[in-house]
């Protein structure tokens, strides 16, 4: 970041900064704004598998100092082969939001539940707007 901003004209603080992230990615990008608490104002999570290392995620939410004022969850019916986990897909996002907000109950969440989306970019790639307006607003 440092490095970019000094090259470009950009807004900084974490109103303007964002991170996000889609699958694994967003499971590091959560990890990395619980991490450097201050940094970005706004989280992106797509299709985050919550699942993994027994839902650490929940707990290192419910630990976090501080998180972004802005964070959007978003995740499709259909996220992997296991009709299983996909029956629990919506209930976990929003185990998130719970754990997310007893850390920082100031925290904006929004939680997308998209029916039939699928673990890919194309999910991704329609729910990025919406996503964006969110976090950032209408653009000047």
Do not use: C
């Not at 807004?11 to 201050?38: D, E, H, M, Q």
């Amino acid at each position: 970041m440092p490095e970019i901003n000094r090259r470009f004209r950009t807004k900084i603080g974490a109103n303007s900064t964002g991170l996000g992230g889609a699958s694994y990615g967003a499971y590091i990008a959560f990890y990395t704004v619980a991490n450097r608490p201050g940094v970005f104002g706004k989280l992106l999570l797509e299709s985050t598998p919550l699942y993994i290392a027994d839902f650490q995620i929940l707990r290192d939410a419910e630990s976090a100092k501080e998180l972004p004022e802005l964070i959007s969850i978003k995740v499709g019916t259909k996220e992997t082969p296991d009709d299983e986990v996909n029956l629990r897909v919506g209930e976990n996002a929003r185990k998130l939001e719970a754990s997310i907000h007893k850390s920082s109950p100031h925290v904006q969440t929004r939680v997308v539940l998209q029916k039939d989306a699928e673990h890919n970019s194309e999910a991704w790639k329609g729910r990025f707007p919406n996503a964006l307006k969110f976090l950032f607003g209408k653009a000047d």
